[in-house]
């Protein structure tokens, strides 16, 4: 088969494949103003605003002093018109109008604006889903939150909203928690959330084993935890948290992290089962060997600034090449309802010659694949890996 015909038919499977979005921030309908959709949170998504900082004279502190319109406004104004919307992050914005029938080169935001008044919530998010290609996603959801704690009170469930119990408050800053109460704390909100798993996001200088307070609640609430919910424990390492404040949530950035903490973990917790991601790019093909070693270590994603085109395209092959199909490639990140139309269609446009590949050279050293094929493992990467580490 040539690799035309074997890209194509990959990118039909990838097309017809309703994935799994296992992390992401957004919010089930129920949560109310927590879920964030439309043209002017589009435009303030704080990838998106790192980038306007580089084109427009403005200082930060006078940029935060504006209202979201005027923030948008902005944002519309530098990235999209006086410049060309050519970054991932802008032309996202730009598949998203596209996916949803607007003209893209409007002068103002006035007609997006009205276009999105005119949506109802819940007609918009099938609708976005169905264009995106997904059948569910994880929400990032924290107990100590107290903006979303109280909604908790009374949400109704969409199975197309799972929730995962996160960990940063907890872990990584100065509460009270004693492991054992924390270890009740977490037993109660992830059984009364139905989390499907618990999740932390973890500095460049994370350290496992280290004498340390997250380590105590490591050991001492969250690993038994997990192992007696039977869910997995979300790892994502390397994140260096406001290395420039002023910026607010585009403030953070990467660092490469000693992953011997992994090592550690999957070897002395062999009943605990771990999905990890990595944000430095240098320890992409490490965590690909740790997974080599340990049955329990699912590696998952391009996390945040690895999102890109040219990093999912290495990251995935050198995947592929070590560990066959038992990994999960992607997930969005989305904070913005409609971003994962371009996430998704990003994903899907960079993996299908990468899987044809990897197939063309299969059929070079003596297997040819059949459409079946194909569709189990689109299916086990973007599906059921996912669902048999969640025990779902
Ligand atoms: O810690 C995380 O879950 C990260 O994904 C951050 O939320 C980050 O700000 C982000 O949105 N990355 O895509
Ligand atoms: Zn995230």
């Known amino acids: 088969m040539v690799e035309t015909v074997l890209e194509a038919m990959v990118a039909e499977v990838l097309a017809s494949t309703q994935v799994i979005d296992i992390h992401t921030h957004l919010f089930a309908p129920g949560f109310g103003s927590l879920g964030l959709w439309g043209i002017d ?6 990838y998106l605003e790192a980038e306007l900082f580089r084109s427009a004279p ?4 006078a940029y935060w002093a504006l209202s979201l ?14 410049n060309n919307p050519i970054s991932e992050a802008t032309r996202g914005v730009i598949a998203v109008l596209d996916a949803l029938g607007l003209d893209t080169s409007a002068r103002t935001l006035a007609p997006y604006r009205e276009f999105f008044r005119e949506q109802n919530l819940p007609d918009h998010l099938a609708r976005v889903f169905k264009l995106a290609g997904i059948e569910s996603v994880v929400m990032t959801n924290d107990p100590l939150d107290p903006e979303e704690s109280p909604r908790w009170n009374d949400v109704a469930s969409d199975k197309r909203f799972q929730a995962s119990l996160r960990l940063d408050r907890l872990l990584n800053q100065e509460t009270a928690h004693k ?18 798993y618990m999740a932390v996001s973890l500095p460049d200088s994370f350290q496992f084993p280290a004498n340390d307070r997250r380590n105590q ?18 790892l994502m390492i390397g994140v260096r948290r406001q290395v420039n404040p002023a910026l607010r949530l585009a403030g953070d950035a990467s660092g490469r992290a000693d992953l011997r903490s992994i090592e550690t973990l999957c070897r002395e917790f062999p009943d605990n089962r771990f999905l990890v ?7 992409q093909h490490e965590l690909c060997v740790y997974a080599r070693k340990f049955a329990n270590l699912m590696p998952f994603g391009c996390w945040w600034f690895l999102n890109n085109p040219s990093m999912l395209e290495e990251i995935t092959r050198e995947r592929l090449e070590m560990l066959g199909t038992s990994f999960i490639p992607q997930h969005s990140d989305a904070r913005i309802l409609e971003q994962v139309i371009y996430k998704w269609r990003n994903t899907r446009r960079t993996l299908a010659p990468v899987l044809a590949k990897t197939y063309q050279l299969l059929a070079e050293d003596g297997r040819s694949v ?23």
């Open 370 to 392: 059949t459409r079946a094929d194909i569709e189990r493992d689109v299916q086990r990467l973007f599906r059921t890996n996912f669902q048999n580490w969640t025990s779902r």
């Open 58 to 61: 403005i200082r930060p502190e």
């Open 41 to 46: 949170h589009l435009l303030t998504y704080h």
């Open 217 to 234: 609640l490591l050991t001492g609430a969250v690993l038994p935890a997990c192992r007696d919910l039977n869910i997995p424990l979300s």
């Open 69 to 82: 319109a005027q923030r948008a406004d902005l944002v519309w104004k530098t990235l999209f018109l006086v």
């Open 277 to 283: 991601s990595v944000l430095s790019r240098e320890n």
């Open 179 to 196: 492991p054992a109460e924390a270890r009740r704390f977490l037993e109660g909100w992830a059984t009364r959330m139905r989390a499907v």
